[in-house]
């Protein structure tokens, strides 16, 4: 779907301003038109649900400011308006807007029916949106009383970066299965953060469904609180583990800061035990500022000449930086493999202990492939034994105080 781009139009951004006195929502069942809605919208703090989840917006109350909903096009159908209606008749104090692909006078009247009171038909212009959308504010009435005050969270969970100078390491495998070990194990939220914001694997290599992902806190701005990100996190049903996953379209990661990544990293910090990062290869902003604010860093090697030389220049990076020499562990992977090097070798160029060692093994891709961690996989296997070792690392109770679950939180 393609929108008119806003930027540098001060027009456009005059027009803009008063938006600012609503709270925005977008729902569509696709996430990358969410996505896209949302950024057109940018800067306005826009939530976005995916139509399986119009009642929780129906019941999102996040202040006095009135609420707008546009509803994207994969809602201009009868069973799409169906939900619209769902939605208009549980809060006549919102306003709703329909954005379609295609505009007939049927659809137009079965909109209109089922309580919406703009529609807009693709390609929308930027400027015809904001009017729309200001249009409906503007005939709001009734605000909302405020809901009751959202639990708040109270745990200072552990983060740990799984980082590595070289893409094809290990990261996302040994951070996949160092999660869903450690939600296994561990009494309070164990969050996996997908933070390879350009090619995130852990989707695949867990089989979780497209739904929400980081681009939507990131769309969300200021209205991004501890609550709405614990909507946008996806269970791994077999672990418990929840993940946030990493944008869709690797062009999305372009619109992501550093500053945006901690502040989601210290809102899930307030309510898990465990915060576990996967990176992109290297050292860029965000994986310097993640590593920055972690309480450990993996950096995962495998055991190959160019890499163990490019893992020395980034240990010796992350040094120069001043980050601190304590909490970086090695993580050797494929450290059994005959073809490789050795291992005091490898420490000795490192100048730091190989403190844990994945073996090389096919169970590993055979897994990858499945989409299930090899510790539930192959859960005898040595390499699962290796990442239950790992995990073991971080035990529970040294640094996280554990609450108890929220009902209302996880109880999607
Ligand atoms: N210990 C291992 N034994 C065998 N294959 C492995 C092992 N670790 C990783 N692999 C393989 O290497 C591939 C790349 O690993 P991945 O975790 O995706 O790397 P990164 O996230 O660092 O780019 C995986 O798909 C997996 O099949
Ligand atoms: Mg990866």
Same mark, same amino acid.
């Given at each position: 779907m393609t929108m008119t781009p806003r930027q540098g139009d001060p027009a456009l951004e005059a027009s803009l301003r008063p938006l600012a006195a609503i709270v925005l929502a977008v729902v569509d069942p696709d996430p990358t038109v969410r996505t896209t809605i949302a950024l057109e919208l940018g800067g306005l703090g826009v939530v976005t649900y995916p139509d399986s989840e119009v009642e929780s917006l129906a019941g999102y109350r996040p202040g006095p400011q009135p609420l707008v909903v546009i509803f994207g096009p =994969?809602?201009?159908?009868a069973a799409g308006l169906a939900k619209v209606e769902s939605f208009t008749r549980t809060r006549p104090d919102a306003g709703a807007v329909l954005v379609t692909a295609e505009l007939s006078t049927e659809l137009l009247q079965q909109a209109f029916r089922a309580g919406v009171r703009d529609v807009l038909a693709l390609p929308v212009e930027t400027a015809a949106l904001y009017q729309s959308l200001e249009r409906v504010a503007r005939n709001l009435t009734g605000f909302p009383a405020s809901s009751p005050p959202v639990e708040t969270p109270s745990m200072h969970g552990r983060v740990i970066a799984v980082t590595s100078t070289k893409g094809g390491s290990g990261k996302s495998v040994v951070a996949t299965n160092l999660a869903t070990v450690l939600a296994q194990q561990t009494p309070g939220p164990v969050v996996l953060l997908d933070g390879d914001l350009q090619f995130g694997d852990v989707a695949v290599m867990m089989r979780l469904g497209a739904s929400h992902t980081l681009a939507e806190a990131v769309t969300a701005g200021d209205r991004l609180d501890s609550q709405y990100l614990q909507s946008l996190l996806v269970r791994?049903?077999?672990? =418990?583990l929840l993940v946030l996953m990493a944008p869709l379209e690797p062009s999305f990661s372009e619109l992501v800061s550093a500053k945006d990544v901690l502040r989601i990293i210290e809102l899930l910090r307030g309510f898990c035990a465990h915060v576990v990062i996967d990176t992109q290869a290297g050292l860029n902003d965000v994986t310097l500022a993640v590593i920055e604010q972690s309480d450990d860093t993996l950096m995962v090697a495998s055991t190959d000449v160019p890499n163990i030389k490019d893992t020395k220049i980034g240990l010796q990076t992350l040094h120069r930086l001043g980050v601190d020499a304590s909490k970086l562990t090695l993580v050797l992977n494929r450290a059994n493999s005959k073809v490789h090097l050795d291992i005091s070798e490898v420490e000795h160029t490192l100048g730091m202990k190989a403190e844990h060692q994945i073996p090389s093994s096919l169970v590993v891709p055979l897994s990858v492939n499945r989409g299930v961690p090899v510790v539930l996989d192959a859960p005898k296997s040595e390499v699962a034994g290796a990442f239950e070792r790992l995990a073991s690392r971080f035990a529970v109770g040294e640094h996280a105080i554990p609450v108890k679950r929220s009902r209302t939180l996880f109880g999607r």
């Open positions: =994969g809602l201009a159908d791994h049903e077999p672990s =418990g």
